[in-house]
């Protein structure tokens, strides 16, 4: 099922809104690891997942366009050991978080199998411009593609 959401007019140029939105919902379809999502304060935020077993070295943290990425990967150093029964799988893993524009990774880190990551939101200052009225004919806008017919051009 395919919904729409800025199909409004008055919604312009939010194409790439709308594909962060199919790219979120299609990664939230796996439950594993297990994350909180945490406001510290009015700017920033943490991500916290539940990565037992896991060292620094089998974690991987990358942002891929809007994407916060983070993979898991063990490697099965059994040592010789023989498991008379194995329920601790080392299975791997890829969260994906989309992430706003402007939004900043600002560190991570592992503590007592929890990985850590903080993200900053920095305040946007306002811009204001003021766009000049012109008076007179109508302009053709920039870019505006002219037909020749009969020797004359039109715009349209």
Do not use: C
């Amino acid at each position: 099922m395919n919904t729409r959401v800025f199909t409004s007019p008055l919604f312009l140029g939010f194409d790439h809104l709308e594909q962060m939105i199919e790219r979120a919902a299609k990664n939230s379809s796996d439950g594993y690891p297990p994350y909180n999502i945490e406001q510290l304060s009015p700017i920033s935020l943490r991500i916290t997942l539940a990565v037992a077993g896991f060292t620094m070295d089998d974690l991987q943290i990358t942002l891929e366009d809007n994407q916060l990425v983070i993979r898991g990967r063990q490697t099965d150093d059994g040592n010789g050991r023989v498991f008379l029964h194995r329920g601790i799988a080392a299975r791997q893993f890829q969260r994906a978080f989309v992430i706003a524009e402007g939004i900043e990774v600002k560190g991570a880190w592992l503590d007592n199998g929890l990985l850590h990551v903080d993200l900053v939101r920095p305040v946007p200052q306002p811009v204001v411009k003021t766009i000049p009225i012109s008076k007179g004919q109508a302009k053709a806008p920039v870019g505006a593609n002219r037909m020749v017919d009969g020797g004359t051009s039109t715009d349209y």
